[in-house]
């Protein structure tokens, strides 16, 4: 069954360092979001991809946090640099078909910053 | 900002019991989406309802949509240790020329064996 692939799994990093999280999304998905997940919280989308255009960034914090997909097929989100409160779930998810159907999550980035 | 508000925030039943999850939200939508998660795990999608329907199965689950009070339950029967999961539900909102996709804090169900 296709998955959404998520590296790394765990991320511990000291502040102010950089650190980057990678996506590739299920085959002929074009559409991609990366969403955060604080712990005990529902996630919250920092940036929505179409095929290699970005759709919706409005909460990405684009002072530290940048998000490419330069083929439009996988996707790198960058943090740089780190700070305490970016502690987080950081998860991929993708779509097919209707621009209104499911979507297809990785197991996500866990990102702890000391 | 988060659009779903889910009721209860916690939910800890006996297996066999039913669990049911409401969920408020504030503007006009296209659908609404069930997802769940495992602990320290990626969310699966469990079922989508659209906006011109009132109820929906699938197995075990029981979603109803009532669009004049901006909310939506989910249904468990019959619940399994397995089950236990925090339950998100997520609003499909028309943004300008996009469609965005909105997830609310979420219900943390325990179901004890």
């Known amino acids: 069954e296709a998955e959404v692939a998520q590296s790394p799994r765990y991320k511990i990093t000291e502040k102010s360092q950089a650190v980057a999280f990678w996506c590739d999304p299920i085959?002929?998905?074009?559409?991609l979001y990366w969403y955060r997940q604080i712990l005990g919280q529902g996630p919250e989308l920092l940036v929505q991809?179409?095929?290699?255009?970005?759709?919706?960034d409005s909460q990405l914090p684009k002072d530290r946090f940048s998000a490419e997909r330069l083929k439009g097929v996988d996707s790198t989100l960058k943090i740089q640099p780190a700070e305490l409160g970016d502690s987080a779930m950081y998860l991929c998810?993708?779509?097919?078909?209707?621009?209104?159907?499911?979507?297809?999550f990785g197991e996500g980035s866990r990102l702890t910053v000391l | 900002s988060q659009q779903g508000e889910e009721d209860p925030q916690a939910l800890s039943i006996q297996e066999g019991e039913n669990a049911t999850m409401n969920c408020s939200y504030k503007?006009?939508?296209?659908?609404l989406q069930w997802y769940r998660q495992n602990s320290g795990r990626g969310l699966v999608h469990l079922i989508l309802?659209?906006?011109?329907?009132r109820e929906k199965h699938s197995g075990r689950l029981r979603v109803t949509l009532d669009t004049s009070k901006k909310s939506s339950s989910l249904l468990i029967t019959a619940s399994r240790a397995a089950d236990t999961a925090s339950y998100f539900c997520?609003?499909?909102?028309?943004?300008?020329?996009?469609?965005?996709?909105?997830f609310g804090k979420g219900t943390l169900l325990t179901v004890n064996p």
């Open positions: 998810a993708s779509r097919g078909g209707l621009n209104t159907g499911e979507l297809f």
């Open positions: 085959s002929g998905h074009a559409t």
């Open positions: 991809f179409q095929d290699e255009s970005v759709v919706d």
């Open positions: 503007t006009s939508i296209n659908n």
């Open positions: 309802i659209r906006s011109n329907e």
């Open positions: 997520a609003t499909v909102a028309r943004e300008g020329s996009n469609y965005k996709l909105t």
